[in-house]
């Protein structure tokens, strides 16, 4: 995998963070893409580690920000500094709905996907599998902009 690609992975994974949930629970804990392999962890009140449960060679840290019901991020990544904005929006189903906003890489705005990733709590290390389905239908659609 290119280092573009890991880009966009680790973009896609950073995109997860509840509204609904408690503020201290937001950012705290791992959270899965579906059959991504992606895994988040959300360490203390500013950072955030990315790996994958099926390539090694997706490590990456970084830092974010959120307000409301957006959250935007910074991560260096093999010398390259990427940004990615995010709203999401969490489901009753306790999983969380997250779609890029803007994703640029050292400036540059790059393509990133415009549909809703579906992300769950997991805990790889304990057997806790990601789910098995990470995108939402093509057809949902966007709550109003705030």
């Known amino acids: 995998m290119n280092t573009r690609m890991h ?14 949930v408690p503020s201290e629970d937001l950012f705290s804990g791992t959270w899965c893409v579906g059959r991504q392999g992606l ?4 360490i203390g ?5 990315v790996t994958s449960l099926n390539d090694a ?11 409301g019901s957006r959250l935007t991020a910074t ?40 549909r809703w990733l579906r992300m769950q709590r997991c805990d790889p290390e304990k057997g806790i599998p990601p789910g098995e389905d990470d995108e939402e239908e093509d057809g949902e ?6």
């Open 45 to 49: 009140g500013d950072t955030v580690h």
């Open 75 to 114: 991560m260096t990544n093999e010398d390259l500094e990427l940004k990615m904005g995010y709203k999401y929006r969490v489901k009753e189903d306790a999983t969380i709905r997250a779609k890029i906003l803007f994703f640029t890489v050292d400036g540059d705005s790059v393509n990133h996907p415009h």
């Open 141 to 146: 659609e966007d709550e109003e902009e705030e």
């Open 57 to 67: 060679s997706i490590d990456g840290w970084g830092t974010y920000t959120r307000d």
């Open 39 to 42: 895994v988040i962890s959300f």
């Open 7 to 20: 880009c966009a992975v680790i973009s896609l994974v950073l995109s997860v963070v509840p509204r609904a």
